[in-house]
Structures are given as C-alpha cells and as structure tokens.
C-alpha cells in the first residue's frame, strides 16, 4: 500500500495546505468569498495560498481541476465497493482519497474485511487512502481505532478530531490521557480535515489565531488551543514515520448549515443567518495549520 502521498522528490516531508471545496458551498451572503467557480475559482484560491483541492461532489463551484493538483473522498460501506470506487477515483487522476468506511455497527470481522478490502484495492491501483476518524463508520471510537492499528498497522488516517472532540467529548475527563492513548493514530496520519469544534458542538467559530474562541462563558474550554495540540501531535506523528517527498495534507472542511454544522441565528430581521464566513475562516485555518507544522 502506498501509505502517504509522495510528490516524487527528495525533499523532507512537507505540508500542503489544500481546500475541501464542500468549504465553498452555501457561503452566507457577508462571506469575503467572491463568488468564483471554475478555473476563476481555482486561480483565486491559489492566489489565497492553497496548494491544491480536494472535490467533494460534481455540483459544486469548483470541479475536476485542470490548474491545482486534487484529490477525492468517497465512502465504502462494503468491501466489494473497495476496487470500485478506487478505480473511478484514479481514473480521474487523484492524487489521493479520504474514506468513510462502514456505519460504525461493524463487529471486528466485518471491519477487518473492510480494511483488508480497502488495503488491497490502494496496492492495486497505486492510491494512497486514509480512514478518517468520523462519527458514522467504523473509526467514531477511540478504543476500536486505536485497536485497529494494532491488526492493521500499515493503515493509514485521515484526521478529522472533530468527531472525537465533540462526538466522544474528550475533555470530559482526563485530556492529556486521551491523547496520549491516540499517539497510534497520530503516528498514522496522513491527511487532516481542518474543522474545529467545541465539546458540544461540531463547528465552532474562530476569530483569530491568537484570539480565545468566541464564547462568552466564563472558564469555558479553549478548544482553539486543543486542537493546535491536536494537529500539532498529529503533524508530528507524520514527521517521525513519513519520508522523503511525503506530503501531508492539510484541508479545511468548514460545512454549511443544511447539514447541521454551521450555526445559524436569528438576525435583527427575524431571519437565521450562518454566524460567520466559512471562507475567511479557512485563511486563519491555512495559517493555523503552518505554524503547527513548524512547531511539530
């Protein structure tokens, strides 16, 4: 299996900072996003810094680009679907893909079919792929993920903490304990959705990367430095096991209201609005992501 990307140099391991294009859909109507699709779009974002993109679905306003490099997600709830869909995404010309794997009702024989699956068909078709941690499939318990790596130690994750952060509230107990218990995940990262989220909540706002989250409850969690820590560790992880020319990538994926992950409220008109610019907050996440990556 080809366990991370590789951009074929010499170089030592290296961050790129990539858009997940689903950050663009249903921008709210103060958003600093100008609106662009296609090639426009694509010149713009790299003008904003952003190596590349990831295509979350044929509709939105950026599609198979012809101008920075992209890669894919999909999800395998079977593993007859494994060959499949990774020969689609490879006929397109990803550089990699992201999975959700199963419904997270799997015992451990299904999920390891899945996962054998999954290996075999990347080996197949020269794919790198990595299992995201996300509510839903197979990876959304902490224990069960951490005793994957133990059967599967060549797997390799995409890092979405957002889901163990508010889907397993990590700071509800021992915070340093959890992480410490994660160290075989993040020695296994290769990819990392950028979503901050608070313990109650999967998408919380950010202000600026040295700002307190906005949340005016006296003593309430600084949820923007626990996911610093959070992929900081992950970045460090990569370090130590990744060669030369590997690259991690670092997409934000910050989603819109429809489903469930912006919050939205009620305006001096009455009217729910998003409450704030999913694309404004993706440059911080951009920046975020490089200082971890230097601090790591």
């Known amino acids: 299996m080809p366990h991370y990307l590789n951009d074929g140099t010499r170089d030592a391991p290296k961050l790129r900072v990539y858009l997940n294009t689903d950050n663009l859909t249903d921008l709210p109507a103060h958003s600093i996003w100008p609106g662009l699709t296609g090639e426009a779009a694509l010149r713009r974002l790299a003008e904003d810094g952003f190596k590349g993109v990831q295509l979350a679905k044929p509709d939105s306003a950026v599609t198979r680009s012809e101008s920075l490099p992209f890669c894919g997600l999909d999800r395998i709830n079977a593993p007859e679907e494994s060959d499949p869909v990774f ?12 999975l959700h ?21 990347s080996e197949k078709h020269r794919l790198p ?33 957002s889901h163990l952060y ?60 626990d996911f610093k820590t959070l992929w900081t560790r992950a ?42 610019d999913r694309y404004a907050e993706a440059l911080l996440y951009r920046d975020i992501a490089r200082h971890c990556f230097a601090e790591a």
């Open 166 to 225: 508010c889907g397993q509230e990590m700071v509800y107990g021992d915070f340093e304990t959890k992480l410490d218990f994660l160290q075989p995940v993040f020695d296994r990262i290769g990819f990392l959705h950028g979503r901050i989220a608070a313990p109650g909540y999967m998408q919380a706002p950010i202000e600026a990367t040295d700002s307190r989250p906005r949340l005016a409850v006296e003593g309430a969690r600084d949820y923007l430095a």
């Open 87 to 98: 020969a689609r995404h490879a006929a397109r010309g990803d550089q990699c893909l992201t």
């Open 129 to 161: 792929a990595f299992v995201e941690t996300h509510r839903a499939t197979i990876t959304q318990d902490m224990w069960r993920t951490v005793r994957m790596t133990e059967r599967f130690p060549e797997i390799r994750f995409n890092g979405d903490f």
């Open 235 to 276: 970045m460090a992880g990569f370090k130590r096991h990744a060669g030369p020319g590997d690259v991690l990538i670092f997409a934000p994926e910050l989603l819109r209201p429809s489903i469930y992950y912006a919050r939205v409220f009620p305006a001096p008109d009455g009217e729910l609005r998003e409450e704030s």
């Open 101 to 121: 794997l199963g419904w997270g009702m799997e015992d451990d024989d299904a999920v390891d079919q899945l996962l054998e699956a999954v290996l075999t068909a």
